[in-house]
């Protein structure tokens, strides 16, 4: 389990120091840098976005890491990286993926000039409307901005993010690895992320649309409740069948399908019939807008963000006060002002960017 000390910080040491350590550079560490194996946890990005075809996505992603395009279908491919291993560029769009994996299995030399003609306009609209999705391979947490150069080279080949229309909802996901299985780990940032989770969609300032569709809705009140009433000792498999039985869908801001999947996958089949599901031993962050247009942009803020939850969840002392101040503003009959504890959210995130 992770192991923080009861006054918020490290044993021994003051609050802000806790925050100053969890600075590398740009990038905020983990409050909990390793896993329960000692090893430093790591990270994997996905970044939906227009304006580039397939094979010029990959080409400039190869480039930027020093890696080698490996085509696979004309809606996805690879970039093969010799330490870190596959970055995945993929056309955002089942039915296309579908179509061109089976003209690539059953072509037999014979030109067929139908499919040809569907796959180009496929890849045509996917330019304007579907976005292309860059799956990254996991990385240390503390070596996250070597990616930078992937951001900036996609950026500068044209490369469109949420802002940039109207139309556009393109999210970026962070898929961080969990630093143990156990129940108190589990609780920890269960109730992390749902004392935070609305500041969350405030602090990413997530676009309008995006909140509009359902691919991020926020975890049902009634979920939060259930969670407020955890104990560290509360068993795994209860954690894992509250989620399912109110969560039973990849749409969530936090989506710990893949997590419990790796845990238990025949208790997330019985429940969830989703192919796209896959299991890793991960966070499945989806709140954050990937705006890679904008020449100020990378992944570093929304990585620091989501390290508010990675704090919470180490300082068990903050958490408990904060779960408090929600369980008695979830009593209120109304509610016409924000919740009281965002304010020390926003003031302990201004003191992590700024130490």
């Not at 909990?32 to 400039?60: H, I, M, S």
């Not at 705006?291 to 919470?312: A, H, K």
Request: glycine share 6%; aromatic share 8%.
């Amino acid at each position: 389990m992770i192991g923080p000390s009861e006054s918020g910080g490290l044993p021994g040491k003051p609050a802000a120091f806790f925050l100053e350590l969890m600075m590398h550079n740009k990038y905020a560490k983990p409050a909990c840098l390793k896993n329960a194996k000692g090893q430093v946890r790591r990270v994997g990005f996905e970044l939906e976005f227009a304006g580039l075809d397939l094979k010029t996505a990959a080409t400039v992603l190869a480039q930027a890491v020093r890696g080698s395009v490996e085509e696979d279908t004309q809606a996805e491919c690879k970039v093969k990286h010799p330490d870190w291993g596959d970055f995945k560029i993929e056309l955002d769009w089942q039915f296309g993926k579908t179509l061109a994996r089976r003209r690539l299995e059953e072509k037999d030399g014979v030109e067929n000039a139908t499919e040809d003609a569907i796959l180009g306009l496929l890849t045509d609209v996917a330019r304007q409307i579907v976005p292309l999705e860059v799956v990254c391979p996991p990385v240390p947490a503390d070596q996250l901005a070597t990616l930078d150069p992937m951001v900036s080279a996609l950026r500068s080949a044209g490369a469109l993010g949420t802002s940039d229309s109207l139309i556009y909802a393109f999210g970026l996901h962070i898929n961080t690895e969990i630093p143990d299985f156990d129940s108190a780990t589990l609780v920890a940032y269960l109730k992390a992320y749902c004392v935070a989770q609305n500041w969350l969609v405030k602090a990413h300032r997530v676009d309008m649309l995006r909140r509009l569709t359902p691919y991020i809705d926020p975890y049902p009140k009634r979920y939060m409740q259930t969670v407020m009433g955890y104990s560290p000792d509360t068993p795994v498999q209860q954690i894992m069948d509250d989620y399912l039985a109110h969560n039973p869908t990849r749409n969530r801001g936090l989506d710990l399908l893949p997590l419990f999947k790796h845990m238990d996958p025949d208790r997330v089949l019985a429940a969830v019939h989703d192919e796209r599901v896959n299991a890793r031993p991960t966070f499945h962050y989806r709140l954050p807008n990937c705006e890679i247009e904008q020449p100020d942009w990378g992944l570093t803020e929304s990585w620091n963000i989501w390290c508010m939850v990675e704090y919470l969840a180490a300082t068990p002392a903050v958490l408990k006060s904060m779960c408090e101040q929600w369980t008695a503003y979830d009593q209120n009959l109304i509610n016409l002002q924000e919740e009281p504890w965002h304010t020390e959210l926003t003031q302990i995130h201004g003191e992590l960017l700024s130490a």
